[in-house]
């Protein structure tokens, strides 16, 4: 039972912690234009956990909309926010798109709700930091990210594999 609500809480962790990273790239003689991805989009976080030592699953799914406000040649910023369920979270989205609409360096910081939302006495460290990468069009925007959690709490101590995917369409 206490490793089902253990579970049961880390699959429920939202998008991560804060990141840090400056992106920057080398600037091409001859650039083409990156996929315009400014605009609302909307869809859905799916979350599906495997606590390494006992082989358990779980998975959620959140409703998730962004807002990119600004976009200067490939590299895009602005919002996200994640409800439904445990998924109340929110903050600033940024990332590059390459012409041919290849998504990269893509982070989610949490900057509302808790980092991450977990079951009482249950706490979760993220190792590494979480970057998405994915594909994007001027209607769709699909990524994905891997990462491990340790998280401790109920008298246990596990390592969570995470697979995670965005599935956004433009509003």
Do not use: Y
């Not at 959140?62 to 976009?71: F, K, M, P, S």
């Not at 390459?98 to 989610?108: D, E, I, K, M, P």
């Not at 509302?112 to 930091?129: E, F, K």
């Not at 594909?135 to 769709?140: G, Y």
Request: hydrophobic share 35%; aromatic share 4%.
């Amino acid at each position: 039972m206490k490793r089902a609500l253990l579970l049961c809480a880390i699959v429920l962790i939202g998008c991560g912690g804060e990141s840090s990273n400056t992106l920057t790239s080398p600037t091409p003689i001859v650039s083409a234009p990156s996929v315009n991805i400014v605009g609302s989009w909307a869809g859905t976080f799916t979350a599906a956990g495997t606590i390494v030592q006992t082989g358990e699953r779980a998975t959620t799914t959140c409703n998730h909309i962004w807002a990119i406000t600004n976009q200067t040649g490939g590299q895009f910023s602005g919002t996200w926010q994640s409800s439904g369920g445990t998924c109340a979270q929110a903050g600033t989205i940024s990332g590059t798109v390459s012409a041919s609409g290849v998504l990269g360096n893509v982070t989610l910081s949490v900057s509302s709700g808790t980092t991450p939302p977990l079951a009482n006495g249950v706490s979760c460290t993220q190792s590494g930091s979480q970057t998405f990468n994915g594909i994007a069009s001027v209607t769709a925007i699909t990524l994905s990210a891997n990462d491990r959690l340790r998280c401790s709490g109920l008298g246990l101590v596990a390592d969570v594999d995470r697979a995670i995917t965005l599935a956004m369409t433009k509003r």
